[in-house]
């Protein structure tokens, strides 16, 4: 059982900037990758953001490229996602995700199977 507690959404202004933070805790293995998805409503699940267990490794999908920025903490099991330069498109329910996996330097775009409960992020005036 892997447990995964967001904290950190909330509302803010177009250009303005937010941090998530995801605390893991449970069965997790110092190979498995994190990452963070969003979901808008009435949108399906987008991965935004995805890391490698040795942190050498990540991906970003390409609306949050030059934005958004993605980190872990592997002593404390924290993964973060500082979003700068927001726009009301990045609306959404984030999510911190987490696979496991047997590769320390890769990331994985698919098959994240372990869920937070998600942290809403609103960009509005």
């Known amino acids: 059982q892997v447990q995964l507690v967001e904290s950190g959404g909330g509302l803010v202004q177009p250009g303005g900037s937010l941090r998530l933070s995801c605390a893991a805790s449970?069965?997790?293995?110092?190979?498995?990758?994190m990452g963070w998805y969003r979901q808008a409503p009435g949108k399906e699940r987008e991965l935004v953001a995805a890391?490698?267990?040795?942190?050498?490794?990540?991906y970003y999908a390409d609306f949050v490229k030059g934005r958004f920025a993605i980190s872990r903490d592997n002593a404390k099991n924290t993964l973060s996602l500082q979003m700068n330069s927001l726009k009301p498109e990045d609306t959404a329910m984030y999510y911190c995700?987490?696979?496991?996996?047997?590769?320390?330097?890769?990331?994985?775009?698919?098959?994240?199977?372990?869920w937070g409960q998600g942290t809403q992020v609103t960009v509005s005036s």
């Open positions: 890391i490698s267990s040795s942190g050498a490794s990540a």
């Open positions: 449970g069965n997790i293995f110092s190979t498995d990758a």
């Open positions: 995700a987490l696979r496991h996996w047997s590769y320390a330097d890769l990331v994985p775009k698919t098959g994240y199977d372990c």
